[in-house]
């Protein structure tokens, strides 16, 4: 089935997976060779208080997602956006031309997460969601098959691939009015 017409001139790429995974190298080094607006959700939501307070047991902001919406919805439309963000399942679907699952092995997964000091519960709640493939789940329950794609973030060398073949798309990206 043909993508509905979405107005826009540039697409809007979702970057999304486990904490840990690679976001936001990937999201920063995609807006480096492409021009697009790299938007981090986590960062943004700190920025304009757009939570309702923190969670002291996940250690993080309780992110207010109608405001989040609010807020980036004229950039949405204008196109052009990379968001960076570790849930996928309130932004609206029509928003989204590409939805990208990074993925990364659990032993790999293990040790950058601890050398980000994640210890305990936080750390297995972690690994556990990368186990059982949550985001992918999430992305695939909240958008069209055919824009999902899990790419693999493992090494160094797997960011600069992803770059390319998100770059390649971006590039090729052709709007549907
Ligand atoms: N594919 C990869 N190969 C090697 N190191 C990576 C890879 N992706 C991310 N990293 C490293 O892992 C850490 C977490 O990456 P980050 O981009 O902050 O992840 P996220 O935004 O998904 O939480 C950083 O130190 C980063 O340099
Ligand atoms: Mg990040």
């Known amino acids: 089935m043909a993508p509905p017409p979405t107005g826009r001139r540039k697409p809007n790429i979702l970057v999304t997976g486990t904490p840990g995974t690679g976001k936001t190298t990937t999201s920063s080094l995609l807006s480096d060779a492409t021009e ?3 938007i981090n959700i986590g960062d943004l939501v700190k920025e304009k208080n757009l939570h309702d ?3 002291d047991e996940l250690e993080c902001h309780i ?3 109608d405001l989040v919406c609010d807020e980036l919805e004229d950039l949405m439309e204008q196109g ?3 968001v960076d963000y570790h849930g996928c399942d309130f932004f609206p679907e029509r928003w989204f031309d590409r939805v990208v699952v990074l993925q990364t092995d659990n032993s790999v997964l293990y040790d950058r997460l601890s050398n ?3 210890m305990g519960s936080k750390l297995t709640s972690n690994i556990e969601c990368e186990i059982f493939q949550v985001l992918l789940e999430e992305a695939r329950s909240s958008y069209r098959e055919d824009i ?3 790419l693999v ?3 160094v060398e797997d960011i600069s691939k992803n770059v390319t073949t998100l770059s390649d798309w971006i ?3 052709q709007p549907t009015s």
């Open 80 to 82: 052009g956006n990379i």
């Open 171 to 173: 590039r090729s990206w």
């Open 148 to 150: 999902v794609v899990p």
């Open 36 to 38: 697009f607006r790299h």
């Open 116 to 118: 980000r000091g994640y």
């Open 53 to 55: 307070g923190w969670d």
């Open 63 to 65: 992110i207010n997602e």
């Open 153 to 155: 973030s493992n090494c």
